[in-house]
C-alpha cells in the first residue's frame, strides 16, 4: 500500500510537472499574438507620441520587436525554458521577476486570507445548512449562498468599501502598510470580498457532502447507538465533509490569485493587479507576459497540493489507483 501511494505522488507530480510546461507554451504564445492583435507599437507607448521616428525605430531593434513573430515567439520560449521571464520594456534593464516578485506577494497573501476566512466562514455554515436541512433556515442559506455566487467580485467590493470603510471606519478605504503585521489592517477588506466567491461555494460543498456523510449506514448506527449528535458531527460527518472542500480550495485558490486583479485595484493595494494595468498601459509585453505565466502556474501548483493532501488524507483514492 505505501509503494501504491508513493507511486500516485511521482505520478501526480509528473503529470503537473507537464502541466507547467504546457502552460508555459499555451502563455508565451498567446500573450504575444494577443499583445499585436491590439493597435499600437510598445515602443511607441514607451517613448511618447511626439517622440521622432528613428528613436522609436531604435528602441524596437533593440528591445527585439523588429524581428519576425515566429523569432520572437521562440527567443521567449527559449528564456522561459531557462528560468527567465525576460526584462521589462518600459524599465530597461529590470528583470521581470524583480519587478512583479513583491506583486505577486502581496496577491498571494491576500488570497490567502481570503482562503483562511471562507474556510472559517464556508465550512460551519455548511454543516449547519445540512443539519437543517428542508427547514425555512436552510432555505435561506441556500438563497444566501447562491445570491453571494452571482455577486461580481467588483461589486461585493465596492458594496464592502461603502459600508464597511467609508460608513462605519472599519478598516482604511485602501492602500498597504508594506510589513506584518500592520498590513492586516489594510488586507482584511479585500480578502473580505474574494471571499464572497469562495465563501458561498465552500458552503455549498460542505453542505452536499455533509448530507451524503449522513446518510451513510456508520452515522445510522452511531445515532441507534445513542452517541451524542455533536460526537457525531465532528467525528464521521465533519471529515467526510472536508474531503471535497480540498479540491475545491485548490482550484479555486489559483482563480484567486487571478480574480484578486479587479479587487487590488479597487482598494489600491500593490499586487499583480497594479502590476498588469501598468504594463498594459506601456505595452510591456515581457512583464504582461511574466504575470500571465506566475498565475497560471499557481493554479497548477495550488491543485497539485490539493491532489497531494487528497492523497494522504484520502485512502480511497490510494486504493483505487
Known amino acids: 500500500m505505501k509503494k501504491i501511494g508513493i507511486t500516485l505522488i511521482v505520478r501526480t507530480v509528473f503529470v503537473r510537472a507537464l502541466q507547467i510546461v504546457i502552460v508555459g507554451l499555451f502563455v508565451t504564445v498567446g500573450t504575444n499574438l494577443l499583445v499585436r492583435l491590439v493597435p499600437g507599437d510598445p515602443a511607441r507607448a514607451i517613448l511618447g507620441e511626439k517622440a521622432p521616428a528613428e528613436v522609436v525605430e531604435a528602441l524596437r531593434r533593440e528591445l527585439g520587436l523588429d524581428q519576425p513573430l ?15 521571464l525576460g526584462t521589462s520594456f518600459a524599465y530597461r534593464g529590470r528583470e521581470v ?4 516578485a ?5 496577491t498571494a497573501s491576500l488570497a490567502a486570507v481570503a482562503i483562511v476566512l471562507s474556510l472559517v466562514a464556508g465550512v460551519p455554515v455548511g454543516l449547519w445548512l445540512a443539519l437543517v436541512r428542508r ?39 485602501g492602500g498597504w502598510a508594506g510589513t506584518w503585521p500592520q498590513n492586516a489592517r489594510y488586507v482584511w477588506l479585500p480578502a473580505l470580498a474574494l471571499t464572497t466567491y469562495l465563501g458561498p461555494l465552500i458552503a455549498r460543498t460542505v453542505r452536499q457532502a455533509a448530507l451524503d456523510a ?3 449506514p456508520f452515522v445510522e448506527a452511531a445515532r441507534a447507538r445513542g452517541v451524542p449528535l455533536r460526537s457525531i458531527v465532528l467525528r464521521h460527518v465533519l471529515p467526510n465533509a472536508l474531503l471535497p472542500v480540498i479540491t475545491l480550495v485548490g482550484f479555486n485558490a489559483g ?10 485595484t479597487i482598494f489600491a493595494v500593490p499586487g499583480l493587479g497594479s502590476k498588469l494595468l501598468q504594463a498594459m498601459a506601456t505595452r510591456d509585453l515581457p512583464v504582461m507576459q511574466g504575470i500571465a505565466f506566475v498565475t497560471a502556474v499557481s493554479i497548477v501548483l495550488f491543485n497539485l497540493l490539493a491532489d497531494l493532501l487528497n ?8 486504493r483505487t489507483n
Do not use: C, H, N
Open 70 to 84: 515566429i523569432q520572437q515567439i521562440a527567443g521567449s520560449l527559449g528564456r522561459l525554458l531557462q528560468g527567465d
Open 97 to 100: 521577476v524583480s519587478l512583479i
Open 102 to 106: 513583491p506583486g505577486f506577494a502581496v
Open 135 to 173: 427547514t425555512a433556515a436552510d432555505l435561506v442559506g441556500r438563497l444566501g449562498t447562491t445570491v453571494l455566487l452571482a455577486l461580481p467580485s467588483f461589486m461585493a467590493a465596492l458594496l464592502i468599501l461603502y459600508f464597511l470603510s467609508l460608513k462605519l471606519g472599519l478598516a482604511p478605504a
Open 214 to 216: 449522513i446518510g451513510q
Open 255 to 264: 482563480i484567486l490569485v487571478s480574480g484578486a486583479v479587479t479587487v487590488e
Open 311 to 318: 492523497i494522504a488524507m484520502d485512502p480511497r483514492i490510494r
